[in-house]
């Protein structure tokens, strides 16, 4: 019957009184809607000192250009195409300009995109940029263990009890 929804502030409030922590969050909309949410995320991470310390994801391409221009020290995560050029330069193993990726993290699924992302390749040519590899939504412990055992930098899952049991595993 206590169960409700929380704002992000109140949200903040609560874990940023306890530690710091760090987050991700995704804009879920496009167009004005998504550009308004972009504006309010950034005020309130910068209000409560999370900003260095939040990666924020869309699926959206305008979402993605409007953070770029409007709030370039807004850390993010790729874009669905910025995702697949990233992709095509780990599978030939093109070299990058430093200044290359705009994006901090690859927020992937291990195969919706056709093509299987959950691989040591593309863990590796990440991580030699300095981008860190999340994958969602994994809740599977098989295909937790192989992740894990990639080097992956975070696994995003429905059912957080069974990730804690995996990660018991190698302690």
């Known amino acids: 019957d206590d169960l409700r929804i929380v704002s992000l502030e109140e949200a903040l409030t609560y874990l940023e009184s306890n530690d710091n922590y760090h987050y991700i969050i995704e804009i879920k909309n496009s167009g004005e809607t998504g550009y308004e949410a972009a504006d309010i995320l950034y005020a309130t991470l910068v209000k409560y000192g999370a900003l260095q310390r939040t990666v924020v994801g869309t699926f959206h ?17 790729a874009g669905f195409n910025e995702v697949i050029e ?3 330069y780990s599978l030939l193993k093109l070299p990058a300009a430093e200044d290359k990726w705009n994006f901090v993290a690859l927020q992937i699924p291990t195969t919706d995109y056709t093509v299987n992302l959950g691989t040591s390749r593309l863990v590796n040519y990440a991580h030699k940029h300095n981008i860190a590899v999340q994958y969602w939504t994994i809740n599977d412990a098989d295909e937790m263990r192989h992740l894990i055992d990639l080097g992956c930098d975070c696994i995003m899952t429905d059912d957080p009890v069974l990730l804690k049991s995996v990660l018991e595993e190698y302690k």
Request: charged residues 20%; without cysteine; proline residues 5%.
């Open 61 to 77: 391409n305008e979402i993605t250009a409007y953070v770029d221009t409007t709030y370039p020290d807004m850390l993010r995560s």
């Open 86 to 88: 990233f992709y095509i």
